[in-house]
């Protein structure tokens, strides 16, 4: 214990030491009788605040009181009551405990106290197995999570603990170790010391309140026996109560969760995880495994639900969202998609039941981060039903929205960039059709699936970047210049990439679906990482790598400061800085980024909108100031930057703004030998690429060995892409901003009139279509034909004609189209097989497959055994299923490849979940095929009026649109929708039409946040609709100024509203802009809205100040009239702006007099 209590000492001093006087620390200890409390006390003198709670009195009460005024211990120095904060600095917590309740009761009072940028000094002693021979009778000597030792996942855990094992539950709840310092010998029982600080990238666990599911029941079947063990030790670790049963079978459930709650004491929640089947397993025994996971769900809620008061339900899948590394190469490797999606039939037939789900990548799901994530949102959940957690433990919550319209011509030889025709608007930009010419030599193709976003892509899009912004650089004029994506082409003399990779990397008009760039510029990006986490790499720590490492040859006990630490480039300087083992001080604009700071256990921050930086920096490092500034900031910042170098610091500038103005700055810092650089990444590129490929790949290293992480990002849709600019204008982000291309590009380039659909099928070729003989098979044959097709293959389980198809088919050979129709069970491997042998001997080559075949077998889900269930999705499952291996297996080039599934799986419709199971497999196989570079549509259908089984049963579709709202489309309306999915490539559309409102009344499911963006709160269906263009100018001139000041204030409300995401509604005509938080970069956009709607050029300062919409209304009115920028006798002349002290990229602010922006950031 002597030493431990020495570096313990030595710790707080240090601490001490280098905290700016006159702070206090305030301390408390945990357990501290008999251990050397006093010498602890004693050793932290006059500058400390310091609290003892020995075991005896650490009971729920005096915990709670952690935050109460310190009191005088061990002869420390009383502070105020009144002005200490309610948290402590450090705790100091002693691992004897008498239980584990107490331990896990400790644990979380320490972590509500402990302030943000705190630390946790854990006194722990290395298991002694003598120890638990005296002490094993005890109940509460063990682990008290899971379950009889038969049924537990691992051998029942004692008290003592390894140090090793501590971190690890530390881990689970959030904390990441400093430093271990073993003070004794480990084999007699001997003292550990940990020291650790909260983890910045794992959320803080919440505290369990009364009703939290402190109770918890897990059901797992075999295949995710280690699995369930790995999270319930991170559910102990916040505080549950956690039982784990095996649960194979449906009929087990009842006795299951009778069990546990008398075990237990009540039960709060059931978690089921039915885990992946065999990889080798035949295919009808996995769709009979997945059909039993279906049964026992729904014996889950249907058991559960039964209770006085039902827990809550959670469904545990995986890889419905991910994809698969390679592709699945077996059935069994599919994700449960099924289960999902009938997930949703069991939320609406039990609406009384709380139940959510939540999906785990297919690989790695029992990562740290991932089961730590999982395990905060099963401890404390929120509104969302529905959780998509990612390999770093990101967690995601799928939104349904309607889409957009779309008319345009494709070809195999187009792709899609963002561009605008004007700058200066954000609704300026717009998705456009280009070639893709072949990749050069050394240059590759990619197939982008996410791209990053930096504010210099803001500036060129808004026109605030000059010609020489863009001069020698390697991107040039154009948007985006990072992306994450797959090679799907390479140049000649390309010998180090290759088709399939996946890369992330540097590229001009890095926004679009397709890019070419050099291979200098890209990586392989490491496994296990999302396409739009890698997206937040190589702009942002490439920049921080060159500057901080290349540059400025940061040491190990050097300090940096940090300009604008909450965005991109600050956020990756940390982890570098870390990386280097440097003293961070930061900068962010906002108490809300500075608090995340905090969060991070950065200690030393500042304002970045003052300067008032360089005065505290030199406070608190005694006068001597830092090593290297990384800066972001202009103006008289740098002069601040330079007074606060030390001999030999160096001065990193990422900033563009001062340089373009030629800002002077005077030479008498550098007499102390310090260095200045001027970066731009864009321009090493073009200039140096040999050093870029060293630089890059040397950094990508740090990513695959787990140095460097990813940043956290908020991703917008490609459609959305206008929010994303808007985003970041706002300056509210933390981390990166990126777009993805997952669902396709559905939003018009431009208005234009509506084309044809450009799909044809070639009609040298066979096309099959299953389910093909009745119904909207049969008429998918039939468009086949009128669209060109000469060749069809017509197969239904049974193979016989009606007179309807008979006629039709008739038709077709009249027409000259070749039909060959035949039975297959396309359920049956075999059968299949015989199919396409046939095809291929006797028809031209196959070129596309239609999978039409269904099977509807109807009922609650409750009632439903696993035998229904997996009859019912065998068509559609083992259809799918044996189409894609067989094809691929004989090495069938496809160029189409549909199913037909069902807007069911969106919403998820009662007495249809076997149905609704199958189809939501199929959507997930078409985004799996996709993934691997295959051609897939599944097809959400709605209602169909006119051909399929609704046409047939007019009672249910009315019942059925009764509760939708919306109408049933024609066949030829839907099969046109089919054409133009065909035309976008978006893997899984949803063709119906829907009315939010009533969906809400009539579908449980509707009020869950996923359906949000189908029923926008407040307001009508036109309030974001444009003011019609009128001849303001004339109308200035006929029309009273009352009337015309109304007009004009409604075009300001629209586009103020357009430009805030609000409703024009709720634009107060009265109020300055910058209170309805209008910043300078929307003034921007908006005075050249304003220009292009009115033909007044208003200066740069006219939106900013007091400016409302009343008197810019009032100002514009009087140019209109000719009467100069203020209203007759009016004394509301508009004020420019103050001018800034400090502008960062993360917080830009107008500067009087230009309408330049404050810096560009690479």
């Not at 790995?230 to 087990?252: I, M, P, Y």
Request: hydrophobic fraction near 45%.
């Amino acid at each position: 214990m002597a030493r431990a209590l020495e570096t313990l000492h030595a710790r707080t001093g240090a601490g001490h030491a280098d905290a700016p006087a006159p702070r206090r620390i305030r301390v408390v200890e945990i357990g501290a009788a008999g251990v050397g409390a006093a010498g602890i006390g004693a050793s932290l003198g006059d500058w400390a605040d310091y609290r003892a709670i020995t075991w005896d009195e650490a009971g729920p009460a005096q915990l709670a009181t952690l935050a109460a005024a310190p009191r005088q211990e061990g002869g420390a120095t009383p502070g105020s009551a009144a002005d200490t904060p309610p948290a402590h600095d450090l705790a100091i917590v002693h691992g004897v405990f008498a239980s584990w309740r107490e331990a896990l009761d400790t644990l979380q009072a320490v972590e509500a106290d402990l302030a943000p940028d705190g630390t946790l000094l854990f006194i722990g002693h290395h298991p002694a197995r003598w120890l638990d021979f005296v002490c094993g009778t005890r109940p509460d000597w063990w682990v008290e999570d899971a379950t009889e030792a038969e049924n537990a996942a691992d051998a029942p855990r004692s008290l003592q603990q390894s140090a090793s094992a501590w971190q690890a539950s530390l881990a689970a709840r959030g904390w990441h170790a400093l430093e271990q310092v073993d003070a004794e010998d480990d084999s007699l029982g001997g003292c550990f010391l940990l020291l650790a600080q909260r983890d910045p990238r794992v959320q803080a666990p919440a505290v369990l309140v009364p009703g939290a599911a402190t109770r918890c029941l897990m059901l797992a079947a075999d295949t995710a026996r280690a699995l369930a063990g790995s999270l319930a030790s991170h559910l102990t670790a916040l505080g549950l109560s956690v039982r784990v049963q095996d649960c194979e079978t449906a009929d087990t459930v009842p006795a299951a969760i009778e069990a546990a709650r008398q075990a237990l004491g009540g039960l709060e929640s059931v978690v089921y995880l039915p885990g992946v089947p065999g990889a080798h397993l035949p295919a009808a025994d996995v769709v009979a495994c997945r059909a039993r996971h279906c049964q026992i769900a729904a014996q889950v809620a249907r058991h559960a639900g039964a209770l006085a008061t039902p827990p809550a339900c959670w469904l545990l899948t995986q890889g419905v969202y991910g994809a698969f590394p390679g592709g699945p190469r077996t059935l069994g490797e599919t994700g449960n998609a099924a289960l999902w999606a009938f997930g949703r039939t069991l939320m609406n037939e039990m609406p009384g039941l709380p139940l959510r789900m939540a999906d785990l990548p297919l690989a790695g799901e029992d990562a740290p981060a991932v089961l730590a994530a999982l395990a905060q949102s099963l401890g404390a959940p929120d509104a969302e039903t529905e959780l998509v957690f990612g390999p770093g433990g990101e967690r995601q919550a799928p939104r349904l929205r309607p889409a957009r319209q779309v008319d345009r011509p494709a070809s195999t030889d187009t792709a899609w960039r963002l561009g605008f025709a004007q700058p200066g608007q954000l609704g300026n930009l717009a998705w456009e059709p280009v070639n893709a010419p072949s990749p050069g030599e050394g240059e590759i193709e990619v197939a982008v699936h996410a791209t990053g976003l930096n504010f210099r892509d803001l500036m060129y899009a808004l026109g605030m970047l000059s010609d020489e912004a863009l001069e020698n650089g390697f991107t040039g004029p154009a948007l985006g210049l990072e992306f994450a994506g797959v090679v799907t082409r390479v140049g000649p003399q390309v010998t180090d990439f290759r088709q399939g990779d996946a890369v992330a990397g540097f590229g001009p008009h890095s926004f679009g679906t397709r890019m070419r760039t050099t291979t200098e510029a890209c990586a392989v990006i490491p496994s296990g990482l999302a396409f739009e986490a890698a997206a937040t790499i190589p702009s942002t720590f490439f920049t921080v790598y060159y500057a901080l490492h290349h540059l400025a040859r940061l040491e190990p006990g050097e300090s940096v400061l940090i300009h604008g630490a909450t965005g991109g480039v600050g956020l990756a300087a940390i982890q570098i800085a870390r990386w280097r083992g440097a003293r961070i001080h930061a900068t962010a604009g906002s108490p809300e980024k500075r608090d995340f700071l905090r969060l991070m256990g950065i200690t030393d921050i500042h304002d970045s909108r003052s300067l008032a930086f360089a005065d505290d920096i030199l406070a608190a490092t005694a006068g001597e100031g830092v090593d290297v500034v990384l800066n972001s900031l202009a103006g008289e910042a740098v002069n601040r930057n330079l007074r606060v170098l030390k001999p030999f610091g160096r001065h990193i500038e990422l900033g563009k703004r001062d340089f373009y103005d030629n800002t002077r700055i005077g030479l008498r810092p550098f007499r102390n030998n310090i260095s200045y650089f001027g970066v731009d990444a864009d321009q090493l590129m073009h200039l140096r690429p040999a050093l870029t490929r060293r630089l890059y790949g040397e950094l990508m290293a740090l990513f695959d060995a787990g140095v460097l992480h990813p940043l956290p990002y908020r991703a917008f849709a490609a459609d959305d892409v206008v929010e994303a600019f808007r985003h970041m204008q706002q300056a509210s982000h933390i981390g990166k901003i990126v777009v993805h291309y997952r669902d396709g590009i559905h939003a018009a380039a431009a208005p234009a009139a509506p084309q044809a659909s450009a799909w044809q099928p070639d009609p040298s070729a066979t096309y099959l279509v299953t389910g093909g003989l009745r119904g909207f098979g049969l008429r998918t044959a039939q468009w086949l034909a009128e669209r060109g097709a000469r060749h069809l293959a017509l197969a239904s389980r049974s193979g016989t004609l009606d007179d309807e198809a008979h006629e039709i088919v008739a038709t077709l050979r009249d027409q000259g189209v070749s039909v060959w129709t035949t039975a297959c069970d396309i359920s049956a491997a075999d059968q299949v097989a015989a199919l396409l042998d046939h095809i291929g001997a006797r028809l031209p080559a196959l070129g596309g497959i239609v999978h039409a075949a269904t099977l509807y077998d109807d009922g609650l889900a409750s009632s439903l055994d696993a035998s229904r269930i997996a009859a019912a999705m065998a068509p559609k499952v083992l259809g799918a299923w044996h189409l894609h291996e067989q094809t691929q297996a004989r090495g069938i080039a496809l160029s189409l490849f549909v199913m037909y599934s069902s807007a069911t799986t969106l919403l998820g419709n009662a007495g249809q979940g076997s149905y609704v199971a199958a189809n939501g497999w199929m959507e997930a196989l078409a985004r799996h095929r996709r993934d691997i570079g295959l051609p897939a549509v599944c097809l959400r259908w709605g209602a169909i009026a006119d051909a399929g089984f609704l046409a047939r049963h007019p009672a249910t579709r009315e019942a059925l649109l009764q509760r939708m709202g919306g109408a049933a489309l024609p066949a030829a309306d839907a099969l046109a929708a089919m054409a133009q999915a065909l035309d976008d490539g978006t893997p899984d559309p949803a063709i119906l039409g829907l009315d939010g409102k009533r969906l809400v009344g009539t579908l449980p499911l509707a009020a869950t946040p996923r359906f949000a963006l189908l029923s926008p709160p407040g307001g009508d269906a036109g309030e974001g609709a444009a003011v019609p263009r009128e001849d303001l100018p004339g109308l200035a001139r006929t029309l009273p100024e009352a009337a015309l000041q109304e007009k004009l204030l409604e075009l300001l409300r629209h586009e103020v509203g357009q430009i805030l995401h609000l409703p024009a509604t709720r634009i107060d005509a009265a109020r300055p802009l910058n209170d309805l938080g209008l910043d300078s970069l929307m003034g921007v956009e908006l005075t050249v809205a304003l220009e292009a709607r009115t033909g007044v050029r208003l200066p740069p300062g006219a939106v900013a100040g007091q400016a409302s919409p009343e008197k810019l209304a009032r100002r514009i009115g009087a140019a209109l009239r000719g009467e100069g920028g203020n209203g007759p006798g009016s004394d509301d002349t508009l004020q420019d702006a103050a001018p800034g002290a400090a502008l960062s990229a993360a917080d830009p602010a107008q500067i009087p007099g230009t309408a330049q922006a404050p810096r560009v950031m690479p």
